[in-house]
Every structure is written in C-alpha cells, then in structure tokens.
C-alpha cells in the first residue's frame, strides 16, 4: 500500500534549522510531484515547495524563500526540505505529497515548532 512517512520535526529555536525527510513506498516515486505543505493552528493547509519528477524543477511559496531547499533522492525513495533562519511563524504541521495525474497522496504530518 502506499505510504509516505514524513520524519524530522521538532522544536526549534528562531534562526535555527532543520531537516524534513519523507519516505515514500507503494508506488513510482519517480514519476511523481512531490511536494511540502503545512498548516498552522486555524489556518489552511498551503503549498510550501514542490520538486519535478527528476528535481531539475523547484518552486517555492514567497514566505519561504529563499530559507527552505527542496531536493530528492529517487534512489531512495526520499523527499527533503531543509528549512534554514527559521521563524516563529513557520512552526506548523508539515506535510508530504506526492502527486500525479488523478493519483495525490499525502503523509501523516510532522510538527514543527519555532520558539524560544
């Protein structure tokens, strides 16, 4: 079945960084769109970065740019999100997926939380 197993969360404080992965199985990573979202307490979930099936395409929210890096490993099956100078306002859950054609899969979710 598929899954995408999002890891990396944490509580952070403001500057600091981290790094999202999130492990996909089930179907042909390779072929898909990944991407990162988030949503924060009583907000909607919004697009963060997104990745090309070869990574040679990436695109990122304003809000993010130019702290967060997305990447991929298609030899393991892993998404990435480095997440550099980070701000109270990016602490979030934060969300895998994987899309393509009519097939849009998504993660559990990982929290993330900036504060001193």
């Known amino acids: 079945q598929v899954q995408l197993v999002e890891s990396g969360g944490g509580l952070v404080q403001p500057g600091g960084s981290l790094r999202l992965s999130c492990t996909a199985s089930g179907f042909t990573f390779s072929t898909y769109w990944m991407s990162w979202y988030r949503q924060a307490p009583g907000k909607e979930r919004e697009l963060v970065a997104t990745?090309?099936?070869?990574?040679?395409?990436?695109n990122y929210a304003d809000s993010v740019k130019p702290r967060f890096t997305i990447s991929r490993d298609n030899t393991k099956n892993t998404v990435y999100l480095q997440m550099n100078s980070l701000k109270p306002e990016d602490t979030a859950v934060y969300y895998c997926?994987?899309?393509?054609?009519?097939?849009?899969?998504w993660g559990q979710g990982t929290q993330v939380t900036v504060s001193s």
């Open positions: 990745i090309s099936q070869g990574g040679g395409t990436a």
């Open positions: 997926n994987a899309k393509r054609d009519y097939s849009n899969y």
